[in-house]
């Protein structure tokens, strides 16, 4: 549950990036409030027991590549190999961080 907070914070993350980047009416620049202010709730409630750095990693990390993986899906942004791979890393080190950090309880990784 605790480390489901920074993915459900990370996927509002997401929402607001894109959301200052594309928001051109009132409808979508409230969706992109509203996307800051749930995101960083849930962050701030998942620093209540994870180590805060950890969390920030893994939080901007899954952010940046949903941002980017989003930007590629849904605006058809060029992607290439490279740009891929990439992301790839990235998740394979926020996965990393996620698995090594005990939670509260001292127990490695926890649940999602």
Do not use: C, Q, R
């Not at 409230?30 to 950890?54: C, D, E, Q």
């Amino acid at each position: 549950m605790k480390w489901g907070l920074v993915v459900f914070a990370a996927v509002f993350e997401v929402v607001w990036v894109v959301g200052l980047k594309h928001a051109d009416s009132v409808l979508t620049w409230g969706g992109t409030a509203v996307g800051i202010l749930v995101s960083f709730y849930l962050l701030m409630k998942a620093t209540n027991s994870l180590p805060v750095g950890t969390v920030y990693a893994v939080f901007t990390g899954l952010g940046t590549a949903g941002t980017v993986l989003s930007e590629i899906i849904l605006f058809h942004e060029p992607v290439g190999w490279p740009k891929l791979l990439l992301i790839g890393v990235l998740l394979i080190g926020v996965i990393g961080l996620k698995l090594v950090t005990p939670d509260e309880s001292g127990e490695k990784g926890g649940e999602a």
